[in-house]
């Protein structure tokens, strides 16, 4: 029942950013300011990796890649969380995909995924 509808893919140069945005419906407000939420990527034969999270007790981590420039945050009353993209290097270039898991349940739910391209 639960879905993330993400936004702000799209092309930049290197060095430029992005910002990415993760619209969650069909959860309750109080549940999602709880709830553990992020954003992870794929490149093609490679692993999806954590990009940027919110742990359950609200904190942020990073992927060791991040290195200061991508940061994560969120809007409760809008139900949407967000990844700010800044000095995007060509190794960036990946399918974004944001992830969420309501506060009190056990199954993670996951948007479609938006292409980021890095290239002059």
């Known amino acids: 029942q639960t879905r993330l509808v993400e936004s702000g893919g799209g092309l930049a140069q290197p060095g430029g950013s992005l910002r990415l945005s993760c619209k969650a419906s069909g959860t309750i407000l109080s549940v999602f300011t709880g709830s553990p939420m992020g954003w992870y990527r794929q490149a093609p034969g490679k692993e999806r990796e954590l990009v940027a999270a919110f742990t359950g007790s609200g904190e942020t981590v990073y992927g060791d890649f991040v290195k200061g420039r991508f940061t994560v945050s969120k809007d409760n009353v809008k139900r949407t969380h967000y990844l700010q993209m800044t000095s995007l290097e060509a190794e960036d270039a990946a399918v974004y995909y944001c992830?969420?898991?309501?506060?009190?349940?056990?199954?993670?739910?996951w948007g479609q995924g938006t292409q980021v391209t890095v290239s002059s």
């Open positions: 992830q969420l898991r309501p506060y009190g349940g056990t199954r993670e739910y």
